[in-house]
């Protein structure tokens, strides 16, 4: 089984993953902050009672300057600390011996790097592998794909045929010489499971989002910009004037789909083809 990940999903993963360096920035910025009122007051910080609406106030106080630290362009996070490695996902399906020689063919090819390999147990029982990949040379590339392109797949990213055979090359010859790949090893039963039982995927996924520890406007802002961002690349424009969001800003799910609904055409009131004013 493969799969790619969609962009909301790809965009949400990064939205979680920012979420959670957030927090722990805040919370560090927000214990400063209480540390010096407790020097000021002459007690030890374990002695401190922080009223509730306090502990917001702080916790909001270091959030502000978070944003403005990244509106300034100094943002306090690595990009390599929000890559999502797993856009290629690869399920095999089968018994533990099936997947004891999978794995031994990973670590023992080589093209394959294992970076990581955990394996989950409880209501999900799989092992996760995540390797970089070695790609062919950037020449066999060029020719397997430029061999298989259908009109009208470039028309419908904004580009012709002829600007895609004549950037892809160099976007190919520039580009990364490995793929991170994940791939989840797991049997029949557990398959079913994921999908009609105990660990539906779907639930898993809403259970993750309910459980955000931080849901402030930073994250959600850096998912909205992503999937904005990737939907860019998906549609049939090739450039923007400006992106609608901003990641200090204050903006509704609403904002974000209208901005992707413009880059096909789509007008919020398409709706209402018929109406005359």
Known sequence: MLRIKRARRVAEKVSRRMADMILTHIRNKA?????ERAERLGIP???LLTPPEQMVS????AERQLAEQVMSGRIPFNKEDLEVPDVIGIKIIGDEILHQRAVALLQSHPDVHVVELETHQGDYNAINVQFDLRLPEPGVIIDSVSSNIVVPFPATRGISPEELQEGFAAYVESGERTVRVELILTTYEELVES????SIHEMRTLKQRSQREYTGRIAKNAEFIVEYMLSVAFSPQIAVNFIP???N?????????YA?????????????TNLSL
Do not use: D, N, Q, W
């Open 31 to 35: 214990e400063t902050l209480a540390k």
């Open 45 to 47: 910080l374990e002695m």
């Open 58 to 61: 702080e916790f909001e106080a």
């Open 195 to 198: 999908e009609i039982g105990r």
């Open 245 to 247: 969001i901003k990641l």
């Open 249 to 257: 800003g204050h903006y509704l799910p609403e904002t974000v789909s």
């Open 260 to 272: 992707i609904r413009k880059l096909y055409g789509i007008e919020e009131s398409a709706i209402f």
